[in-house]
């Protein structure tokens, strides 16, 4: 059996110049897309051929562009924690169309975007994020059944604030299952969201033994939830770190 620890928690927002590689193994990177759409033909160059005719396919340019700044910048952390030169980073996909970094060492990676914010995590073990825009609009009750269990849909039904309550449970899963790379969203009903520690299948996390799942709204309108493939004690605050919006700030910052 495996164990998943759900939970609630705050986070700090901090400047890049504040980044202190010492304090945690897991760390978290903000971006406001907007912010770097002037930086579009810039961060071309930093792209492989292949990851440039995947921009070309999407239909609209700001899908594109918000793929060429996400991947861009994924880099250029990436190359800071590698100690590599940005250019030198090489992305690859697996079998299951989940990106990694083929190196020696362990660096795991994962990224998410909603509407006009991003977040991109960076940690030395299994690790998945998901961020959601708080859509007041979406009629979610139709399809509760497909992806939660009986008492989550009660949660759910009768929370203050359904929607919220709605995405952190929406998160909680499809963060899961970007940390196990199972590919099971087939099963996300099978997969417990409700606050506290829950007993299930290790065949349903990819063998993984214990994951904490940490929730926490980015700001007014957008819920995250981090996933973590770890043993270590219980975190209770989490720091997420603004990027610099200049090729000359990112640079410094990967350097």
Known sequence: ?????????????????????STSDIKL????????????????????????????????????????????????????????????????????KKPYLNLKESVYFNISHAEDFAIITLSNKAIGIDLEYLNRDFDFSEILSDIFNTLEIETVLNAKNKTQAFYNFWTRKESIVKATG???????????????????????????????????????????????????????KLQIYNLPNSIEGLESFSS
């Open 1 to 21: 059996m495996s164990k998943i620890c759900c939970r609630t928690i705050q986070i700090s927002h901090k400047d890049f110049n504040q980044l202190d590689e």
């Open 29 to 96: 990177f903000k971006l406001k897309l907007s912010s770097y759409y002037n930086l579009v033909p810039e961060f071309i160059k930093y792209l492989s051929i292949a990851e440039l005719e995947r921009a070309q396919k999407y239909h609209f340019e700001k899908d594109s562009n918000q793929f060429i700044i996400c991947r861009t910048l994924l880099k250029f952390i990436l190359a800071k924690y590698t100690n590599l030169n940005v250019s030198k980073i090489d992305i690859k996909l697996d079998p299951n």
């Open 182 to 236: 199972q590919g099971i969203s087939d099963y996300l009903s099978l997969i417990p969201a409700i606050d506290g520690c829950h007993s299930v299948s290790s065949k349903l996390l990819n063998d993984f033994k214990n994951l904490q799942v940490l929730s926490f709204d980015l700001n007014d309108h957008y819920v995250a939830s981090l996933a973590l493939i770890t043993k270590t004690k219980n975190i209770d």
